[in-house]
Nanobody
Framework: EVQLVESGGGLVQPGGSLRLSCAASGFTFDDYVVVWFRQAAGKEREGVSCMDMRDGTIGYGGPVKGRFSMSRSSRNAVDLQMSDLKPEDTAVYYC?????????????????????WGQGTQVTVSS
């Protein structure tokens, strides 16, 4: 079965860190772009980061730049290291994979129109 599964979410205090993982089954990320996006309760989806596996290019959304870091841990897994977490980072975090370049992949991810996307993992930042 082809799917993406996110893991690593949880409750963390402000200033803390979490590491999310996105694992693909049934395919590898070699020829894909992988996007992390999030959706807070009552708010629109927001792009977090994007990695093009074909050339290693990585980009980050403004609110997370300098605090989050995306990396590839294996041919079918990517991680999102989140540091200095803030209450406004509270959201369900999703990963998605597509063959388009990051710009278009993010647009498609926010519409959940990418080739693959996961079910999400909840991140709550609260004291």
């Amino acid at each position: 079965e082809v799917q993406l599964v996110e893991s690593g979410g949880g409750l963390v205090q402000p200033g803390g860190s979490l590491r999310l993982s996105c694992a693909a089954s049934g395919f590898t990320f070699d020829d894909y772009v992988v996007v992390w996006f999030r959706q807070a309760a009552g708010k629109e989806r927001e792009g977090v980061s994007c990695m093009d596996m074909r050339d290693g290019t990585i980009g980050y959304g403004g609110p997370v730049k300098g605090r989050f870091s995306m990396s590839r841990s294996s041919r079918n897994a990517v991680d999102l290291q989140m540091s200095d977490l803030k209450p406004e980072d509270t959201a369900v975090y999703y990963c998605a994979a597509d063959v388009d370049a990051c710009g278009q992949a993010i647009v498609k991810a926010l519409a959940q129109e990418t080739t693959y996307w996961g079910q999400g993992t909840q991140v709550t930042v609260s004291s």
